[in-house]
């Protein structure tokens, strides 16, 4: 869940149409229009990130959001139990923090896509979720579309997900056994196996340098 308080305005006469804003915006607030890029007031969640990447002409600047907008999946529209079937397919329990920012759920992520919500951008003003640093919440997105069985492509130069491929390749449970056997110290067998029984990993990383130990 996320509540707006700005949104960016866009400069005309210092635009100079190179596109850097569209290709990194999580909500596709902006758009082209000819060589000048506009913006959609509805959909932009001021997380700035098109004003980092006009920074070498500063055509975009920042303003309150004159009509805050809260961004959530209510609990009473979760449907079940798809939403937990969703996030078991994902690897994910309902009330794990998918992203760290807004706080949002995989349950409110999973209601979302399973209430017809399918692209990346949708899913950001339905929840929330990528207002903020979009760093970590990106790879619980793809995972949880893909396991509804959805599909993203994107060109190259669409900056708004994983360049190749969708993320959802990369995780714990994908390591291969050799090189897991290769870093003892991270305990990732363990914590693979404990994760495939539906426990909690109880290994400690590092065990020789744990804190108090002293080997003088």
């Known amino acids: 869940m996320f509540i707006t308080s700005a949104i960016v305005a866009i400069d005309d006469e210092k635009c100079v149409g190179c596109r850097r804003c569209t290709a990194v915006c999580p909500s596709e607030a902006l758009s082209m229009d000819g060589h000048l890029a506009v913006l959609t007031d ?61 706080q949002t759920t995989a349950a409110e992520m999973a209601a979302a896509i399973v209430n017809g919500v399918h692209t990346p951008e949708e899913l950001t003003l339905a929840t929330g ?10 790879t619980p997105t793809m995972r949880l579309l893909d396991a509804h069985g959805v599909t993203i492509d994107r060109p190259a130069a669409d900056r708004r997900i994983y360049p190749e491929g969708s993320g959802t390749e990369t995780a714990i449970w994908t390591i291969p056994e050799h090189v897991a056997a290769k870093y003892p110290e991270y305990r990732i067998a363990e914590n693979i196996a404990a994760i495939e029984n539906g426990t909690s990993p109880q290994a400690q990383l590092f065990p020789d340098i744990q804190p108090g130990r002293s080997d003088s």
């Open 42 to 102: 509805s959909k932009c969640v001021g997380c700035f990130k098109c004003v980092e990447a006009c920074y070498p002409y500063s055509a975009i600047s920042i303003k309150r959001d004159p009509q805050p907008r809260e961004l959530k999946v209510p609990e009473a529209d979760y449907p079940q139990p798809e939403v937990d079937d969703l996030c078991a397919k994902a690897r994910f329990a309902p009330d794990a923090i998918v992203c760290v920012c807004t």
């Open 129 to 138: 979720a990528r207002t903020k640093c979009g760093m970590w919440c990106l």
